[in-house]
């Protein structure tokens, strides 16, 4: 830690002008914030979680600290009473940025779930990542271990008290054994008032397969920096994904699929919206190492925008170091298509409800994709009540 610590006060704080920043403002000044020790009240659970019904163990981690840490289909251990916690080999440099310093310097806890080999769960595990304490800056951190031929089932959903500015910077290592699958699923409900900045990192086996999916709907600053390492030989990922920001939101998303092993797979398809003055970014990077020959892999992104002063960057890329793949990566900005409300009006639909219909049509494809079940109709009702209020306060075109 003091070490990090070292990187932490030698790095300068994200100013947009970095490569890996692009685009992005970082409004939340380190000097102003503080740690916690105790941890705040817990929020309530919350439309998502009540929607969901069962689950296989529950993790609540509350400015940080975890107060709650059960599973019966998992080994569930708090990081700080473990003699020797797995940190020390954490897949993300601590000089990556300034905030992955901090998260070495400053995460005092955390959870470690182990999946037993050849097990299956049966519903998802739970973890909850709240920030309630104003003005602070916590490191919540959490590593997930699926053994060999296991499958697992986990969702997180990060949350922050009304109104309260603070920082989240959670770090997620998840290692899918070899033959093991995985289904992972973020729900970022983040207060507008807060900053969540999330580093995640996924290390994939032998014939291992990852579904992981993301839902951005909160946070001032709502940044996810997501690694697929597709390590072990005939592995395979998949990332699924949708955003929709309003007033003057940033949902950032910085994407790295790694391919190393041969026979490997991958797709990313992430679809987003931005009103009022919210922007949003995608930087995706398809990495094909030399020995990774038959890979396949493919990323799109398609974005939405709905009002004049919205914006959304999107920028797919390609690596590609050994010459026998199939790849390639599609990308769209633009706001409704006018040919489609045309063609609803022509049917007798007035523009509002011709606008709805198409929203809703925009992202299904991509709820219907969401690894875990049971989240589905919350999270349509959010996005299109977004665009509702907005079409009623004209806000948006």
């Not at 916690?85 to 901090?102: E, G, M, Q, Y």
Request: charged share 25%; net charge negative; with cysteine.
């Amino acid at each position: 830690m003091k070490a990090a610590y070292e990187v932490f006060e030698a790095l300068s704080e994200p100013t947009g002008v970095e490569e890996d920043w692009r685009y992005v403002e970082f409004s939340t000044p380190f000097s102003g914030l503080k740690p916690v020790s105790t941890p705040g009240n817990p929020l309530d659970s919350g439309p998502f979680l009540a929607a969901l019904g069962t689950n296989s163990g529950h993790v609540r981690i509350i400015d940080g600290l975890v107060i709650e840490a059960e599973s019966s289909e998992a080994s569930v251990s708090r990081l700080s009473s473990l003699p020797d916690p797995p940190t020390s080999d954490r897949p993300i440099p601590v000089d990556h940025n300034k905030l992955t310093a901090a998260h070495a310097a400053f995460s005092n806890d955390g959870v470690l779930i182990d999946v037993p080999p050849n097990s299956v769960m049966s519903s998802p595990l739970v973890i909850e990542v709240q920030g309630v304490t104003p003005d602070s800056a916590t490191f919540p951190h959490v590593i997930v271990r699926v053994g060999e031929n296991a499958e697992a089932l986990v969702l997180v959903v990060y949350r922050s008290a009304e109104g309260e500015r603070l920082l989240m910077v959670p770090e997620i290592d998840l290692r899918v054994g070899d033959g093991a699958r995985l289904r992972y699923l973020t729900v970022q409900g983040v207060d507008h008032a807060a900053t969540l900045v999330v580093h995640q990192r996924v290390t994939l086996g032998r014939d291992a397969t990852s579904r992981v999916g993301e839902v951005g709907l909160g946070a001032k600053l709502g940044r996810l920096d997501l690694r697929v390492d597709l390590v072990g030989d005939g592995s395979s990922s998949e990332v699924v994904g949708l955003y929709f920001g309003e007033g003057d939101q940033t949902l950032d998303y910085r994407i790295v699929i790694d391919h190393h092993g041969k026979s490997t797979s991958s797709d990313v398809f992430l679809k987003g919206a931005v009103e009022d003055d919210a922007q949003s970014v995608f930087t995706g990077l398809l990495r094909i190492e030399r020995d990774a020959q038959k890979t396949s892999t493919f990323e799109t992104n398609r974005n939405l925008v709905l009002s004049e002063n919205a914006k959304a960057h999107s920028v797919p890329n390609l690596e590609i170091l050994c010459d026998d793949v199939v790849c390639g990566h599609a990308s769209s900005v633009g706001p409704l298509e006018e040919d489609h409300l045309y063609y609803l009006q022509s049917r007798g639909l007035n523009k509002s409800r011709a606008g709805r219909l198409l929203i809703r049509g925009f992202f299904q494809e991509v709820i219907d994709r969401l690894p875990i079940e049971g989240l589905e109709g919350p999270v349509s009702e959010e996005i299109f009540s977004r665009f509702v209020s907005a079409q009623e306060e004209g806000r948006v075109a």
